[in-house]
Structure formats: C-alpha cells, structure tokens
C-alpha cells in the first residue's frame, strides 16, 4: 500500500481511536504537528467528536467502525488508543489495507491481532504492536540488554510509575485489572536511576508474553512499583493477602478504578529498567521520563510517521522486531526521556 505522495506527505488520513484521551489526546496532537489536516480523532462522544472536528466511534461495534471508516474517506493508518473486546477492528483495518497502531496492552488481544498477520501481508498493510512505555520502550531496552551480552537466558523487566500522574480511565482499569491476576514470580530489588533502590512486584505486562517469542529469551519477568514507597507497600501487601482479586467482578473493578484515579499521592516520572542476563555476563538499559501517558502517545505518534513515511514491511509486528524502531528511546530525548546506561557490564546498585 503506498502512504506516501511523491512530496513526501502521507496519502491519506490518519484515525486516532481514542483520540481525545490522555495517550490518543498526544497522539492526534503530534500528529496534527506533522501531518495538518489528515489527522481524525474518534471516540464514543457526540459532542466532543464533532467539537474537535472527528468522527464517532465505538470499538464495540465492529460495523459501525466500517461504516465511520467509509465516512472519513481515505484511511492510510488507524491508531487504537483504547483497548477494543476482540480483534475484529484490527480486522477490519487489516483486509482493508489501512495500517493500524496498537497502544494495547493486554496479551490475549494483542496475540489475537499478531494472529492476524497473514491478512496484513496479503492486503499489503502493517500493524505495530507492543506500542508505548510498557510494553513499548521495555521491548526495545531489552532487545539492548539481550544484545548486550550475546543473547540473554533471562531478562528482568522493571518499571516504576509516578502515583502523582493524571492516569487515564482505560489504563487504570487495566492496572486494576493486572492486580486481580495470579502472581507467579517472586519480587525483586533494583536500583532505578533518580529512584534508588526499589523493590518491584511481578505485573502482568504484554512484554514478558512477547520477548519470549520475538527474541527468543526462555525467561523474561516484568515487575512494577510506584514512585511512592507507602503506596507499592501497601497495594502488593493488598494483593498478597488476595484483597485484590474481587477486581474480577465488573462492579469491584469499577469502583476499585475510580478510587485509584483519585489518589495521587507521588509525582508524574517513570523508570524502566531492563537487565539481561547470560551465564555470568550481564547487561542493562535503563531509561526515566515524565508523564508515562504522554510519552506513550508520543512513542505511538513516531510509529504512525514511520508507517506513513518509510519503509515497513507488511505484517503484523512487535516494536522491537522493526530495526527502523529501534532508535525511538533516542527519538524521545527533546521531550525529556534520558537514557541513564548503555549495555555495560552490570555494577549497578541493588545487586
Ligand atoms: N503501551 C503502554 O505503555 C500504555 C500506556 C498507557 C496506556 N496504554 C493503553 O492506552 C489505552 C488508553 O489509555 P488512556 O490512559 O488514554 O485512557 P483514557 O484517558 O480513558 O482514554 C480512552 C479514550 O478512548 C475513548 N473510548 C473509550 N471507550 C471507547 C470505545 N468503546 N470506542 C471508542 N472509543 C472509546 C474515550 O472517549 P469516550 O469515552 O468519549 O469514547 C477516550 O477518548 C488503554 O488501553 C491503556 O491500557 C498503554
């Protein structure tokens, strides 16, 4: 599918599903930046909508979506920033050959569109999935750290995130919906730049559902904690006495997400760190930010022009598996995310 027009301006438009959330609201407005005029935010509501000049849209009803895609005319990218029921949207966009970005961080959705890749390669389309902070920069910082020593037996996948920021609702329905999983690893201690040492609690992040498969590390562990010291304490010990896992009953998780937007008790930074390890040798990456919603978006903002503007192949793929992705974490320095180490042998604190 060609994108591109001989000046270099993408052929079509881009819908920005989710578009007027915390991420989609970064994302639509990077995009405007770069591509004005071609950039359509969707969502549920009406008034909204037509305020920002975009299109209703309701991930839950699949001919719906078809039919608000025949409205905006010609689609060259859709980006969901919103987790949809099933793969049927990525279908849709798919077999159309319209490319997708997937800001989802959900492993059963997300293998159901990597399931879909067949259909990207025959209508010449490609979806980007394992997009944004966790899973996004975590895949591409372990893909470093694997590299670093030659290929990792096992990665350690850490993130802090500030309890201060403003989360959106669909991510903190996920977070709640992530403490209501069995837990099978065991925490860990690590040293996180700007953070010291932190203790951080096995999450059921997408990432360490992929690597596995994309590099084919037998043992990646993603683990959490918050800026907030009190605050990690206190929601793990909630978890291990099993308080957590009434977050199954819809209504439980509804007022367990509510309650969560409400405290904000740290600040908006974040810290990821990825270590790999194989035999005695070791290596990490580690990089902070602020405002992990904000750099979600723009992380998905980069994808989206890579797809208008350059040369991705077909398919369905993780980031980490498309080498012109690779220098996002680079890409991201003029919005605030350091790198604070490179692949070298690991004397870090925490060990
Ligand atoms: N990969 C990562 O690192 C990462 C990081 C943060 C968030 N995320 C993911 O990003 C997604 C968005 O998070 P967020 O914080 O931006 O949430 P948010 O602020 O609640 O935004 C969700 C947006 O989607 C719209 N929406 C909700 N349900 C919809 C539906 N059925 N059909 C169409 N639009 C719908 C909402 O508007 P209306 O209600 O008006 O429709 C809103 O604009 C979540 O799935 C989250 O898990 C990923």
């Keep these: 599918m060609t994108t591109v027009k001989f000046d270099g301006t993408p052929a079509g438009k881009v819908l ?146 500030g309890s201060g920021e403003q989360h959106g609702g669909d991510a903190v329905r996920w977070t709640v919906e992530g403490l209501a999983e069995p837990v099978t690893a065991r925490p860990r201690r690590t040293g996180l730049p700007g953070y010291g040492t932190r203790t951080a609690h096995p999450f059921p992040f997408s990432d360490q559902h992929t690597l596995p498969r994309t590099l084919g590390v037998p043992e990646v562990t993603t683990r959490l904690c918050l800026d907030s010291r009190p605050l990690t304490a206190a929601l793990f010990a909630a978890r291990r006495t099993g308080l957590l896992s009434a977050a199954r009953r819809p209504g439980v998780r509804r007022m367990l997400t509510g309650a969560f937007r409400r405290v904000h008790l740290g600040g ?34 980069h994808v989206t022009r890579e797809l208008l503007t ?29 790198l604070h180490a490179s692949g070298l042998p690991d004397r870090s604190p925490g060990r």
Excluded: K
């Excluded at 989609?24 to 549920?44: D, H, I, M, Q």
């Excluded at 299109?55 to 608000?68: K, T």
């Excluded at 980031?319 to 890409?331: C, F, H, N, R």
């Design 16 to 161: 920005v599903v989710g578009g007027y959330g915390a991420v989609g609201a970064v994302v639509t407005a990077a995009l405007a930046e770069w591509f004005p005029g071609l950039v359509v935010p969707g969502g549920r509501d009406e008034v909204r909508v037509r305020r920002l000049g975009g299109v209703r849209v309701d991930v839950a009803d699949a001919e719906g979506f078809a039919h608000a895609l025949d409205e905006c005319g010609d689609v060259s990218v859709v980006v969901l920033c919103v987790e949809p029921p099933d793969a049927g949207i990525a279908r849709i966009c798919l077999e159309r050959g319209i490319h997708l970005v997937d800001v989802g961080a959900t492993p059963r959705l997300i293998d159901a569109v990597a399931d879909l890749h067949d259909v990207a390669v025959a209508a010449g389309a490609s979806a980007v999935l394992s997009v944004g902070v966790a899973p996004g920069l975590t895949n591409l910082l372990a893909r470093r750290a694997h590299e670093a020593v030659g290929g990792a037996e096992r990665l350690d996948l850490t993130l802090l995130l």
């Design 268 to 301: 908006d930074g974040f810290a990821i760190r990825a270590d790999a390890r194989s035999g005695d040798r070791r290596a990490f990456w580690a990089l902070t930010g602020r405002g992990q919603g904000r750099i979600t978006g723009l992380v998905a903002a």
């Design 310 to 338: 350059g040369t991705s192949p077909t398919g369905v793929h993780h980031i980490e598996q498309l080498p012109d992705l690779s220098g996002v974490p680079e890409t991201l320095a003029e919005h605030g995310v350091v």
